[in-house]
């Protein structure tokens, strides 16, 4: 049977009742319990379990490597270099020849002390024979006593005037050595800006010599950490990484404070030193004020939120494993981790990785 054409008019009509029905077809009935949506998935972390064991509390400082035996080379004359025979970074051993100063107007002086000295020496012969002479023509009575004595007083003049000689001769002698400036000890020697022809008194330094054989560090510790302060308490001396090289005492305290930087020198015996070692290195040191049981916690774990720290440890809520915040009380920092002072206790479960995809509250699976 031939099927009449729709008007027009009835199209939208049809429409409309083909997505009423589609609509009442795909509801589908709420769940008898009527709950909500489903939460978020707990997210996976690291964790360690808290335990206390033994804790140095220490405080890091700059310091500086000083020698014990370290020398400034002065002259004791004044002149101009005549030659020098080092250079910088020689080691010497003690005696060894530095620098020699022209000695041509010491030795002038020299040879007219010894001159002098040779005169009167004939003047003191010539009045020992005058006396051995007068002695027996005065026995004789062929002399007056007084022209005896005139002799006796001359000898003893002359004998005066050969001794205060005989000193200046061996002043000058000695004062002739010290145109050779030699070197005071066995060591390194230092940096050396002066050039042959150089004109030099007793305030010039010449060099240094310094010898690692005896090395100390020394610390400037703020005056707030001086009660603290007492011999033998372990001074760590630390690498670039941070890794301890030596360990010494302190072996001094200054009993006063420098007024110019309100610190107290604190000084430290380097026995066992590594030849890298230089005098007047910097170096980083660190004090150990004492050892006690406590806990840590890697910095990975520590969040800071408007300068206060924070942590996540896991705990058991009512839907199960969730991340609790704790707000901490943190101390220094030593090898990667701070010592706590509170806020978490032995046996807490630390979360230590993913933190920063969780929150106070959320779930989580440990791993």
């Known amino acids: ?11 939208p009509c049809i429409v409309l009742l083909l997505l009423a029905a589609l609509a009442c077809k795909g509801a589908a009935p709420a769940p008898a319990g009527g709950g909500g949506p489903a939460g978020p998935p707990a997210a996976g972390v690291k964790t360690v379990t808290l ?11 700059i310091a ?34 530095l620098v020699q100063i022209n000695p041509d107007k010491q030795r002038a002086a020299v040879t007219s002390a010894e001159a002098s000295r040779a005169g ?20 004789a009575g062929a002399i007056s006593r007084q022209e005896f004595e005139q002799a006796q007083n001359s000898l003893k003049a002359a004998e005066a005037k050969l001794g205060a000689l005989e000193a200046q001769v061996r002043e000058q002698e000695v004062e ?9 000890q066995a ?10 022809g150089d004109r030099v008194t ?7 010599i310094d010898s690692n054989e005896g090395l100390e560090v020394d610390i400037e510790v703020p005056l707030d950490r001086s009660p603290d302060l007492r011999p033998g308490l372990p001074v760590q001396i ?4 941070g890794q301890i090289i030596v360990t010494n005492p302190i072996t001094f305290v200054a009993p006063r404070v420098d007024e110019r930087t309100q610190t107290v020198l604190v000084k430290s015996l380097l026995r066992n030193a590594p030849p890298s070692m230089r005098v007047q290195q910097f170096v980083r040191a660190r004090i150990v004020w004492q050892r006690a049981s406590g806990i840590t916690v890697p910095v990975t774990a520590v969040t800071r939120v408007s300068g206060k720290f924070f942590c996540f440890v896991v705990e058991q809520g009512g839907t199960g494993t969730v991340a609790r915040q704790r707000p901490l009380e943190l101390g220094d920092l030593v090898g990667g981790e701070y010592i706590v002072r509170g806020g978490l206790k032995p046996g807490d479960r630390l979360i230590v990785s993913g933190i920063q995809k969780i929150g106070d509250g959320a779930p989580v699976r440990p791993e």
């Not at 020698?67 to 060894?96: H, M, N, Y």
């Not at 002739?176 to 005071?184: E, F, Q, S, T």
């Not at 060591?187 to 042959?196: E, H, N, P, Y």
């Not at 630390?238 to 990484?241: E, G, H, K, P, S």
């Open 1 to 11: 049977m031939p099927v009449a054409p729709l008007k027009p008019a009835a199209l």
């Open 51 to 61: 335990e206390t064991h033994p804790i140095e509390q220490t405080s890091e400082f």
């Open 64 to 97: 500086t490597i000083q020698s014990l035996r370290s020398t400034t080379v002065q002259p004791e004359v004044e002149g101009t270099l005549a030659r020098i025979f080092v250079k910088a970074g020689d080691r010497v051993r003690q005696g060894t020849p």
């Open 120 to 139: 009167t020496a004939a003047d003191v012969v010539y009045w020992r024979q005058q006396v051995k002479r007068l002695q027996s023509l005065v026995d």
């Open 176 to 184: 002739l050595r010290y145109y050779r400036v030699v070197a005071p």
């Open 187 to 196: 060591g390194m020697v230092g940096d050396i800006t002066l050039r042959a």
């Open 202 to 208: 007793r305030s010039t330094v010449i060099t240094t």
């Open 238 to 241: 630390l690498d670039a990484d």
